[in-house]
């Protein structure tokens, strides 16, 4: 999906013709619903379904999406496929992450932080693969086989998972079922939540305002609120105790900064994805395939940090500045080799295996870690829902990317986010002691 989808929203003969600024908004958007939904799917894990179940349901539901997607009956299918997918991602992501912290629920940090790194490694094994022939298929062959491929690799790794022996002997059990008294609760809030969103699609649509810009715009406030909600939730939590409030004021810090890293980040699924086709020397590649370094580069880098991390303590205050620093580097070297694509100049395949390699290198300082932290951290029995809160950084940081990149392009935005990066990091490295007190008081 990253290595197809922004190039078939723009494609004006077989995708939707899209310009590029509201297709790398669109992008963002579905990234960021993507990160969103982890926190309901959490919750779902957490007190209606178990780890196991929630992250079945959510691959069934991913495949529908990319069912959806490879009809090619027109936008209607394109944005249904898009909605269930992101849907599907977020019963998926933060429980398949959770199975793993339960799976090393009884290791020290040094272990389980390892264990992450390889569970990385892993997903971005079959990220690789998924990203070279589904961007070949759609390069080639058309944009609905590439969804339509999709949907099958989707179909066997549902069948891998059910199989899995080692998964099946995890506890499955909601952490903290509902009472009745919250199922009907929940009802009633559900029944709220429906109708007003009805009645303000009816004026919106009344009005004039349901626009696609208008309804990016808006879910990017959402992904911006949400995140600010529940930690003010958190934080008032009467049976959380001042060393679980320490911690959560610890990881505010530490999702405020991952929010910034993933502005950048996910632009390489949008933004830096139209920019290599338009200004790259893909020698001879097909143009998708530049999506590819990044997992080669976790495979390559994934299994050594683990082992760096088995050997070298480094806070994770330390290893987010560390990620931070990096990204922010890999925009300021993307911003001279934007100023040197001038015209029809084509610039060296290189200038992106650097983006990349920096990148990457910040990811698995930053993104693991933010991972084994949220399970450290979590209160009894919000194991799931805390990894999802770490998933509404990446939400959050996609939407507000999606939106700047839409409004800026080519040097003015890799030299302002850059920088913005870069700042932010040398404040990470001057807080580390303090946010490392948090973590451990």
């Not at 295996?353 to 993104?367: A, D, H, I, P, R």
Request: proline letters at 3%; glycine letters at 12%.
């Amino acid at each position: 999906m990253r290595a197809v989808l922004a190039l078939f929203l723009v494609d004006r003969v077989h995708g939707l013709g899209m310009s590029s600024g509201t297709a790398t908004a669109l992008v963002g958007a579905y990234l960021s619903a993507c990160y969103f939904t982890a926190l309901p799917g959490g919750w779902v894990a957490d007190r209606l379904l178990g780890a196991r179940r929630a992250a079945l349901l959510g691959g069934v539901v991913i495949l529908l999406g990319h069912v959806s997607l490879a009809l090619d009956l027109g936008a209607a299918t394109v944005y249904t496929g898009l909605v269930l997918v992101a849907l599907g991602t977020g019963l998926q992501k933060p429980n398949m992450t959770a199975l793993v912290g339960k799976l090393f629920a009884d290791r020290d940090d040094r272990e389980r932080d390892a264990a992450y790194s390889n569970f990385y490694a892993s997903i971005n094994f079959g990220g690789l693969v998924a990203t070279l022939l589904v961007g070949w298929l759609g390069v080639t062959f058309g944009w609905s086989i590439a969804f339509g491929a999709a949907a099958v690799g989707m179909g066997l790794s549902l069948i891998v998972f059910v199989l899995s022996g080692g998964l099946r002997s995890v506890d499955d059990q909601p952490a903290r079922p509902l009472t009745r008294q919250e199922t009907v609760r929940l009802r009633k809030w559900m029944l709220l939540c429906t109708c007003a969103a009805v009645v303000l699609v009816l004026l919106a649509t009344l009005t004039g305002g349901l626009t696609l810009p208008h309804c990016l715009t808006a879910f990017t406030v959402l992904a911006v609120l949400v995140p600010v909600g529940y930690f003010v939730k958190l934080l008032r939590r009467t049976d959380l105790g001042d060393r679980g409030r320490s911690g959560i004021k610890a990881y505010a810090w530490l999702f405020a900064s991952a929010v910034v890293f993933w502005c950048i980040y996910d632009l390489a699924a949008s933004n830096v994805q139209l920019f290599a086709s338009e200004h790259v020397d893909m020698m001879g590649l097909p143009v998708t395939w530049q999506a590819a370094m990044n997992p080669v580069l976790i495979i390559l880098l994934a299994g050594v940090l683990a082992v760096v991390w088995q050997r070298v303590s480094v806070s994770a205050p330390a290893k987010f500045a560390t990620g931070l620093l990096l990204c922010g580097v890999s925009f300021l070297l993307l911003s001279v080799a934007a100023a040197r694509a001038v015209g029809d100049v084509r610039i060296s395949l290189l200038w992106l295996v650097g983006l990349y390699f920096l990148q990457t290198l910040g990811e698995l300082f930053l993104s693991p870690t933010g991972l084994s932290l949220s399970h450290k951290l979590a209160p009894a029995g919000m194991g799931s829902q805390l990894a999802g809160l770490f998933f509404l950084s990446a939400s959050a940081g996609d939407a507000i990317g999606g939106q700047v990149a839409s409004r800026l392009d080519g040097v003015s935005l890799y030299s302002t986010l850059g920088t913005l990066a870069v700042l932010v990091g040398l404040g990470m490295a001057l807080a580390t002691p303090r946010i490392r007190a948090l973590i451990e008081s």
